[in-house]
Structure formats: C-alpha cells, structure tokens
C-alpha cells in the first residue's frame, strides 16, 4: 500500500532556510518524490521531484532536496526563503510502473515567512 | 496563458441534484485526472483517463462518474450531490515520464446544500 506523511503542520525555519519533511511508504521499485506548493489562491504549483533511482540531491532554483531512499524519506530544502514563499506544501509519490501514473498526495505543511 | 483550465469554478449545488465539473486542457498529454481536496487535507484521486472514450477509477470514485471525450476534454459528474461532497476539486493533465509533472487548473469550489 502507498502512503505519504507529512507530519509537520508548519515548516521550520532558520537563518532564512526552510525544511519540510516527508516520508512515504511504497513497495515499487522505480518511482518518483514531487513537492507542490499551493498557493492560498487554490493554485497548485510544481516545485521539483526526485526520482528513486538517483542518488543525487536534486535541485531547482532555491529549492533542493535530501532524499534518503533507505529511509523511505526525503526533505524539501527551501533557501533564503522570503515571504512570497509562504503556502502549504504537499509531498506526492508517484510509481512510475503503475499504469494510472496518479499521484499520491500528503497532507501538506503550511509554511508562513514573515519579512 | 492557462493549459489546463476549469469550469465553473464555483458552484453552489442542491441535495440531489447533478453537477457537472468541466476540464479543458491545451498540453497535448494523454493522462487527465479529477482530485478532490478538503479543508486541510490533500488531494485524493477521484477517476482519472489515459486515453480519450475511457476512464479509470481512483482512491474514492463512489459518488462520481467521469467522461472523457476527446483528449481534451474531461468531465466529472456527480449524479446525486449529496453534502459530503462539499469540497474544492482540481483536474490535472500529465504528459509523458518526463518527471511525470501533474500540470493543475485552478479549482473548482463546490458547495453542496
């Protein structure tokens, strides 16, 4: 069975960097890590994905990610995070040899900036 | 300019009645899917298509029906709106492996009373 957790209800920050957690469950082999971020307008944005069968941290603009597949976990990186990065962040799962290729979503964490 | 859009993207709806959620999406992918989100909550796949004149169910299908009629095209129906179904509903288009990008509309907000 697939799920996806996100416990935190908010992000941390620190000295301008954000950490979003998440952890999911899956028996496939070869799948994919997405991170959304909702706008409060409703508007769903992708950010990045990490596919399982690369062992390296992806990266796009100020986000990253640390992706530790043997834990089943991985952590979205926001950097020098500013109030415009404010939102509700959800982690999806999707297993590419599924044929629906759906995503599986999690909770999400809100994440506020202040300036 | 928007490749996936929604319609109506709010709806006032009675106990009973039939709604029809519409999805037009101009990306070229096969792949259309209908979620639903609650208040505080993820999205959960409702029916989603690979190919037009076919549909497939998701995690929660009972209550809702789908259509896919061209490419294009993907509606979700709600025969008898009952109150649960109270909920923002997005429509999502996907293309090939290429990361697998769900692109989203905007929403649909439908109450239910």
């Known amino acids: 069975a697939q799920r996806v957790t996100q416990v935190q209800s908010t992000g941390s920050s620190q000295w301008g960097e954000v950490t979003l957690d998440c952890s999911y469950e899956t028996s496939e082999y070869s799948y994919l890590i997405l991170w959304y971020r909702q706008l409060f307008s409703g508007e769903m944005v992708f950010l990045i994905y990490?596919?399982?069968?690369?062992?390296q941290n992806q990266r796009s603009g100020h986000y990253s990610v640390v992706f530790q597949k043997s834990f089943k976990s991985i952590s979205l990186v926001i950097s020098a995070s500013q109030p415009e990065d404010s939102g509700t962040y959800f982690c999806a799962l999707s297993e590419l040899d599924q044929g629906g290729r759906a995503l599986i979503f999690g909770t999400g964490t809100t994440v506020s900036v202040s300036p | 300019e928007a490749a996936v859009t929604q319609s109506p993207r709010s709806k006032v709806a009675v106990t009973g009645g039939k709604v029809t959620l519409s999805c037009h999406q101009t990306?070229?992918?096969?792949?259309m899917y209908w979620y639903r989100q609650d208040t505080g909550h993820g999205l959960r796949l409702i029916h989603y298509?690979?190919?037009?004149?076919?549909?497939e169910k998701g995690d929660i299908p009972d209550g809702y029906k789908a259509s896919r009629p061209s490419q294009e095209n993907f509606s979700l129906i709600l025969e008898l709106a009952s109150l649960s179904q109270t909920a923002v509903y997005f429509c999502?288009?996907?293309?090939?492996?290429?990361?697998?990008?769900?692109?989203f509309g905007e929403g649909s907000r439908l109450i239910v009373v």
């Open positions: 990306n070229n992918h096969d792949y």
């Open positions: 990490q596919p399982s069968f690369d062992t």
């Open positions: 999502a288009s996907s293309g090939g492996y290429s990361g697998n990008t769900l692109y």
């Open positions: 298509s690979y190919v037009a004149d076919s549909t």
